[in-house]
């Protein structure tokens, strides 16, 4: 990109978005139509392959990946609002296609791929304007997105930009919420036991809503804390900076 | 078999978790592991350093480690220690009876060895009517109730000092309770003191093998390690092959990372270097020294390159500490020698991946542990890796027991998923489905029921992403 900001971008709802946030999949696409970048949406997206993968079932998950790599043709950044998916397709991609005939063409996508708030930060360099009423927010930080994808704050740094945000930190930020993908259901006694430390230590923060960047985490935290009746609320990073932005 | 090890795991961390007393012990313990060690690296920039460096010296030291045994062996021998190969932990055993039957030995006082944690070498030693005791504090503790340890480096984390209070009340003679932990420390001391004196032979671990000089390097910080090695008339140690490294100065680095991972000290109290045997005019230290060089499946995790950095490990147990898992459940629950993320994938390496699928599959991949080891294992890879060796028998590796993890409603279960997912109209008709008719599934149904035991049910959006998108006519590729 030369340094020069895209004027077009490819946009990769992730299965999770699809299905269970598809407010957080538009807040996205909004997000970067606001930042003057037009969003290409290719028909087709289902899944990036990273269930099968963790599991060990490479092959079922180089079938899936393939349909999907061959949805982004053109050589423009792929943005996704999901770091777990954002780390399958950047990091994990080149692993799973290691000794492939079409390693080649597959670390070229996984070059091209970001996760929607190191894209606005990184490359987009946007700039908020809050317009939403004062609000006291608690941050998860997903564990792919730190670990595999490397994001370095920039979910935080977009909140930080919002003057009436509050953002309360966790006791244990990094630590796994008890998601794990398929981890959730194989070991489903050890997951509750995170996800519901997880949901209190979000409670205690005193914040009205728990944000992050990825489905997989909302989903476990979200069924958690409605199970306890609590009147703390999650929502994707997206979803809610496109609120505060937009004007009623 | 593996049905039989997986309800094994899920079950005896289920129980773990019911319990709040060693819940409360573990979240306590590894917070305060976690702050000292975070207090020891200040700059992110020195310890990444540090951790290069270290990685460096593990992974160049198992590239040449055939070359560097034979001289680490050479050396030893030059140096008047005897050095032993086992193959399998039986042959260990043997071999460490027979050394003690030739010196008529009848009690043996053991420094902390893992390694012998492994060969289960007390009970074997006990079959053949020798006393082994323990004399690391923890160990101790634990081998007054029967217990294994629950943690590399500290193995009786999981208890405070009530229980211990208790326990010693009980079991050690002539005590009387108290939970003062100066008074219970004196308790155990006045009990080893006596023991390090009498004993036949001591035992201990290595922590480092260092080639050029056949020199023994043993990390601790109770000092029980060197009257182990020092006060008997004859010292048996014992260590898995992947110990050595080539040079003295490679020991400085990776003792600094060891120390600082494991308890946030930045030295232990005591550092020792054992080089042989007593010498003429020597006023101590024993009189014959042994080296028992155990294999036990890891020179086939060597021959594998990936799996290889498995072997790199300094067992400081940092993985342990940051893991979500391991910090819940604690380490008994594993039931292997070597419990937390090392252990998750070194105990499959060595016993069988069908056999302990368990062990691999209870992780979140979080990458805690990955981030945090001093010698950069990719330990959430190795799971992966492992997860793949245990349902494919055809990818030419030398993994123990490959592709019998396998079962036929899981291959079933992801080729029908890759079946729709790879077909965008199947796709598409399977989330109009789940969007219209998701909420109505029942909560009871198979993998929901173990979703929904403590949250709600997911309920899909009315309608998709994509289905919003085609509707706003958009521009689409």
Known sequence: ?248 | MHAETEVHFRDAAAKALLDPQLRANFRRAMDGLITKRKAQFPDPRDLQDLRDLSTAIRSRSLLNLPELLEQFEANCTKNGIKVHWAETCEQANELILGIMQAKGAKTLVKGKSMVSEEMHLNAFLESKGIEALESDLGEYIIQLDGETPSHIIMPAIHKNKDQIARQFSQKIKDAKYTEDVDELTAMARKVLRQKFLDADAGLSGVNFAVAETGTLCLVENEGNGRMSTHVPPLHIAVMGLEKVVARLEDVAPLYAILTRSATGQAVSTYFNMITGPRGAGEKDGPQEVHLVILDNGRSRIYADPQLRATLRCIRCGACMNHCPVYTRVGGHAYEAVYPGPIGKILTPQMEGVGVRHDLIHGSSLCGACGEVCPVEIPIPEILVRLRREATHEDLGSTVAGKGTGRTATEDWAWRLWAGVTKRPVLYRIATWFATRFGKALPAGAPLIKNWTQSRTKPVPARRSLSERMRAEGGPHA
């Not at chain 1, 696409?29 to 990036?48: H, S």
């Not at chain 1, 982004?72 to 792929?78: A, G």
């Not at chain 1, 985490?217 to 999650?234: P, Q």
């Open chain 1, 1 to 248: 990109m030369n340094g020069s900001k895209p004027k077009k971008v490819y946009f990769y709802g992730t299965c999770l978005v699809d299905l269970f946030f598809p407010d957080a999949g538009m807040a996205g696409i909004q997000l970067l139509r606001e930042a003057g970048v037009e969003v290409v949406f290719p028909e087709g997206q289902t899944c990036c392959g990273q269930p099968a993968f963790n599991c060990g079932y490479w092959e079922e998950a180089r079938e899936v990946a393939r349909t999907q790599v061959a949805l982004f043709p053109q050589d423009l950044p792929v943005v996704l609002p999901s770091g777990s998916c954002a780390g399958m397709m950047k990091v994990h991609y080149p692993e799973l296609f290691h000794g492939q005939p079409d390693e080649a063409k597959v670390r070229a996508f996984s070059a091209r791929v970001y996760e929607l708030t190191q894209f606005l930060v990184d490359v987009l360099d946007v700039k908020l304007k809050d317009l939403g009423e004062p609000v006291k927010v608690t941050w998860h930080s997903s564990c792919h997105a730190v670990r595999d994808l490397g994001l370095k704050g920039e979910p935080q740094a977009l909140i930080g930009q919002l003057a009436h945000v509050e953002l309360a930190p966790l006791t244990r930020e990094h630590e796994c919420c008890g998601f794990g993908g398929t981890f959730s259901v194989r070991q489903p006694e050890i997951s509750a036991a995170m996800s519901c430390d997880k949901a209190a230590d979000a409670e205690a923060t005193g914040a009205s809503v728990v944000l992050s960047t990825d489905g997989g985490c909302l989903l476990n935290v979200n069924g958690t804390l409605e199970a306890k009746n609590s009147k703390l609320k999650v929502q994707h990073v997206a979803e809610f900076l496109w609120e505060r932005t937009r004007a009623r």
